[in-house]
C-alpha cells in the first residue's frame, strides 16, 4: 500500500510560482507511474502531467505546457510540480496518484491510477 502526501499549495497572484511536492511511502516508488491531477469547483478530476518510473519521459495536459515541469527524485521517495505563470483557470486542488505498469510508459487516464493522495488547494489571484 502506497501513501501519498502533497504539500506546497497555497495562494499566489496570477504570473506567479508555486512548486508542489508528493512524498510516497509503503511502496518501492522508483517502480511507480506519478501523476498529476487537479479539480476545480463544480468540475471533474482532470490530468495535469505524468512521468515515467525513471522520469525520463513525462507528458502534459495541453494547457500547461511550457508552464509546468514535473520530475521525481528517487532518493526522497518525492514526486515535483513545479508551476510557473500561474494564471486564475489552475486554481484547483491539486492529486498526486501513484500507478503500477511498465517502465518506460506514462497514464493520463485517473481511472488507472492505483493511489491517491489526499489533495493540496492551489489559488491563484488575478
Known amino acids: 500500500q502506497v501513501q501519498l502526501v502533497e504539500s506546497g499549495g497555497g495562494l499566489v497572484q496570477a504570473g506567479g510560482s508555486l512548486r508542489l511536492s508528493c512524498a510516497a511511502s509503503?511502496?518501492?516508488?522508483?517502480?511507480?507511474?506519478m501523476g498529476w491531477f487537479r479539480q476545480a469547483p463544480g468540475k471533474e478530476r482532470e490530468f495535469v502531467a505524468t512521468?515515467?518510473?525513471?522520469?525520463?519521459?513525462?507528458s502534459y495536459t495541453d494547457s500547461v505546457k511550457g508552464r509546468f515541469t514535473i520530475s521525481r527524485d528517487s532518493a526522497k521517495n518525492t514526486v515535483y510540480l513545479q508551476m510557473n505563470s500561474l494564471k486564475p483557470e489552475d486554481t484547483a486542488v491539486y492529486y498526486c496518484a501513484a500507478a503500477r505498469g511498465r517502465r518506460y510508459v506514462t497514464k493520463r487516464g485517473a481511472g488507472e491510477y492505483d493511489y491517491w493522495g489526499q489533495g493540496t488547494q492551489v489559488t491563484v489571484s488575478s
Open positions: 509503503g511502496g518501492a516508488f522508483s517502480n511507480y507511474i
Open positions: 512521468t515515467s518510473m525513471s522520469g525520463s519521459i513525462t
